[in-house]
């Protein structure tokens, strides 16, 4: 989905993200785009999986060009939708039954 933009304030989607959890010296062989990365180093022998690790990493990963709809049809927030319609009222939009 290509990004859309609020009809009101004009914010744009969010990215579709997903996120990957990588430990110790692994590598992200993937194609996707990584836009965020976090490291944790543990010191007390903290066990995942069965095996004792030392870091870890947090990827948030996105593929180039997919996007979140827009959680309120054209509007990114309620709020948005609302004043949107109040200004239509106001410039003398009404709904034709």
Known sequence: MNQQFCACC???SEKLTEHLDLYDDEIYQGNQQIIRSTSHHYGDGTRIGGRAISTSRHLTLWDGETYRPLKYGSFCKL???Q???EAAVRAGFKRIS
């Open 10 to 12: 004009g914010k744009g």
């Open 79 to 81: 709020r948005c939708a």
């Open 83 to 85: 004043e949107f319609a």
